[in-house]
């Protein structure tokens, strides 16, 4: 894939992507979910497109880290594409949910930091995408919530199991069953966001982290991202990931670069190796 610093210019095999954008800044790719006349819904060919980016996020090497965000500035992402509900059955049902999950894990397990810059509406899958980024940053206008009983649904992509997870199951159960939408202040002070900031700052903020976050050892993020989502695996023991990630660490150039310039007193020049 290559990237070059435009606003539309994302180019897979020659092929633009029809519901991206992607600006690669700095070692940040930015992605804006780009359908603003459905308040960037995401519909099949999102998904599609999202998954064909994430996958270049996991092996391209001048991608250091990821911000997702929406296109204008009402909305982040205002959900699922309800439009592309209608005539499924349960089997179809589960399918959605599924491949939507899958998608959501492949974001969570990211080897590289992923921010979701929410500028507007997080909504049903669009709160879900948000909340499977590593964390969250909205500016003053975002608002929050799984509206889906509205729809005769409930939350498909890891809403019920992240929501919990993000801020404590009182307040997750009340917002999955009543719809009620949160704005920002609220999820900043449930911790479901890590800054509010004006909608011109959003970027700059997400960036100034990210930036800051690049200048460590990359394969070590990667580490922690490993670890702390741990926590949530029922299959795995987090402290022996720990254990695991830590040793990882011992085996790579940029630990011996690290610690070396510590000691020298100078700044470490890491390589992701
Ligand atoms: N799926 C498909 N289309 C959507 C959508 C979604 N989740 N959310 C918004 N849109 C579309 C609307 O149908 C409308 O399209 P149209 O102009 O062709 O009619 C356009 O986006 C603008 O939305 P509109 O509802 O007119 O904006 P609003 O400011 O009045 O309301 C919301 C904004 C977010 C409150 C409202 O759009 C909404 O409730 N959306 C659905 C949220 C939801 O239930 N998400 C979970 C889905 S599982």
Do not use: W
Request: net charge neutral.
């Amino acid at each position: 894939m290559i990237y070059l610093n435009l606003p539309t210019n994302f180019i897979k095999n020659t092929t633009m992507l029809s519901t991206l954008l992607t600006e690669l800044k700095e070692g940040i790719l930015i992605i804006t979910i780009n359908r603003p006349d459905k308040l960037n819904a995401l519909n099949k060919t999102v998904l599609q497109e999202l998954n064909e980016v994430l996958d270049d996020v996991y092996i391209n090497n001048s991608i250091q880290s990821v911000i997702i965000t929406g296109s204008g500035t009402k909305s982040f992402v205002a959900g699922a594409d309800i439009s592309e509900f209608l005539g499924a059955g349960i089997e179809a049902g589960k399918a959605l949910a599924k491949k939507g999950q899958d998608l959501f894990f492949k974001i969570e397990n990211a080897p590289k930091p992923v921010v979701a810059c929410v500028n507007g509406f997080a909504l049903g899958g669009g709160c879900e995408l948000a909340m499977s980024c590593h964390f969250r940053i909205a500016s003053d206008n975002a608002k929050f919530g799984q509206p889906e009983v509205n729809l005769g649904i409930m939350p498909g992509y890891g809403g019920t199991q992240r929501l919990v997870q993000l801020i404590g199951k009182g307040r997750a159960m009340e917002l999955l069953m009543s719809a009620a939408m949160i704005d920002a202040t609220t999820a900043l002070q449930y911790g479901l966001v890590n800054y509010v900031v004006t909608p011109e700052t959003l970027l700059d903020k997400a960036i100034a982290v990210l930036t800051l976050i690049n200048s460590k050892a990359p394969l070590a993020v990667a580490g922690c991202i490993t670890a702390a989502n741990a926590v949530f695996n029922q299959d795995k023991n987090g402290f022996d990931t720990e254990a695991e990630e830590f040793g990882k660490c011992f085996g790579t150039a940029d630990m011996k670069e690290g610690t070396t310039a510590f000691l020298e007193k100078r700044k470490a020049v890491f390589q992701r190796k």
